[in-house]
């Protein structure tokens, strides 16, 4: 069995919602967020990792152990969203999208997200 990765949290994509046009909110949960915590803050933000396509990164995945193994260009992209909402005792963490189209990585990624799909992140921090 494969280490336990330490600097990043993953979550599963429970439930998506339209609110308007062009804002989407997205529900994580799963047992990998069993250690994410907020506290002490008035607001917390999370880091998004968005792997590139194609690209084997090393197991147990570390967003620490890419950096210092691979190449600059191979790093995941990160994309900072506040925390809209946690609740510890569901393990439900709640991150609104704006949708601007096709252009750019988090928005699409938002419009495209289905129940079941992995989503790995940093954070929190506040």
């Known amino acids: 069995m494969a280490d336990k990765p330490t600097d990043h949290h993953?979550?599963?994509?429970?439930?998506?919602?339209r609110l308007s046009p062009h804002?989407?909110?997205?529900?994580?949960?799963?047992?990998g967020l069993r250690d994410f915590a907020c506290r002490g803050l008035t607001d917390h933000y999370v880091k998004l990792v968005f792997p590139h396509e194609g690209v084997d990164y090393p197991e147990p995945f570390s967003v620490k152990n890419v950096r210092e193994t691979m190449p600059?260009?191979?790093?995941?992209r990160l994309r900072t969203y506040t925390v809209?909402?946690?609740?510890?005792?569901?393990?439900?963490?709640?991150?609104d999208f704006v949708h601007?189209?096709?252009?750019g990585l988090a928005?699409?990624?938002?419009?495209?997200?289905?129940?079941?799909?992995v989503v790995l992140m940093l954070g929190p921090g506040g």
Request: charged fraction near 30%; aromatic fraction near 6%.
């Open 10 to 17: 993953r979550g599963v994509v429970l439930r998506t919602e």
């Open 84 to 95: 809209r909402a946690w609740d510890p005792d569901a393990l439900e963490l709640t991150l």
């Open 100 to 103: 601007h189209g096709d252009k």
């Open 72 to 76: 600059r260009e191979l790093w995941p």
């Open 23 to 31: 804002m989407i909110r997205i529900v994580v949960g799963g047992d």
């Open 107 to 117: 928005g699409p990624w938002a419009a495209a997200a289905e129940p079941g799909d």
